[in-house]
T-cell receptor, first 113, second 115 residues
């Protein structure tokens, strides 16, 4: 089955700096890669996703890049703000009749004011 | 925030108890999922239902028994659990029928403690 590895497990940045979180996946058939943000005590929420036919996607301060050859994808957050502090999870899926997401272990991002 | 609801939000049970977790989605989706979230571990997919039919059981012990009476409701029946089953149990839903939307929307979770 699919295996997703996520690094780093913790990341501290100064407010205004950029943050990068990286994930690798094992199944070359994976074609959908979402990123979820989970604030303390709250539910995971999708922040951005990318499909295998696209190499990069941006949404304001957030971007995701995908390298299918190397089987890795990354989340980039620019101009970080304290409210960006949360746990971020990457996931990969091959699709099928219902999406079966395999999640990474999460990255605790702390933005220092 | 109210698209997917879960009850109860917190549950403490002994190893011999029987309890049930409930999930309800108000988004008109047709697929529903149960995940287990333990400390310092990835979210683990437990069960998948698509149009009320179970399509996946990821080697989950039989002490966890899912039930999906319709596309809006999902239950997780618990019996003779172990302390290591203590975790946050998350429900999610997605739209798998056309037009398909891959996004999974999560509920707030049930914090389960097994004594």
């Amino acid at each position: 089955g699919e295996n997703v590895e996520q690094h780093p497990s913790t990341l501290s940045v100064q407010e205004g700096d950029s943050a990068v979180i990286k994930c690798t996946y094992s199944d070359s058939a994976s074609n959908y890669f979402p990123w979820y943000k989970q604030e303390l005590g709250k539910r995971p929420q999708l922040i951005i996703d990318i499909r295998s036919n696209v190499g990069e996607k941006k949404d304001q301060r957030i971007a995701v890049t995908l390298n299918k050859t190397a089987k890795h994808f990354s989340l980039h957050i620019t101009e970080t703000q304290p409210e960006d502090s949360a746990v971020y999870f990457c996931a990969a899926s091959t699709g099928g009749s219902a999406r079966q997401l395999t999640f990474g272990s999460g990255t605790q991002l702390t933005v220092l004011p | 925030e109210t698209g997917v609801t879960q009850t109860p939000r917190h549950l403490v049970m002994g190893m011999t108890n029987k309890k049930s977790l409930k999930c309800e989605q108000h988004l008109g989706h047709n697929a529903m999922y149960w995940y287990k979230q333990s400390a310092k571990k990835p979210l683990e997919l437990m069960f998948v239902y698509n149009f009320k039919e179970q399509t996946e059981n990821n080697s989950v012990p039989s002490r966890f028994s899912p039930e999906c009476p319709n596309s809006s409701h999902l239950f997780l029946h618990l019996h003779t659990l172990q302390p290591e089953d203590s975790a946050l149990y998350l429900c999610a839903s997605s739209q798998e029928a056309q037009p398909r939307v891959d996004t999974q929307y999560f509920g707030p979770g049930t914090r389960l403690t097994v004594l």
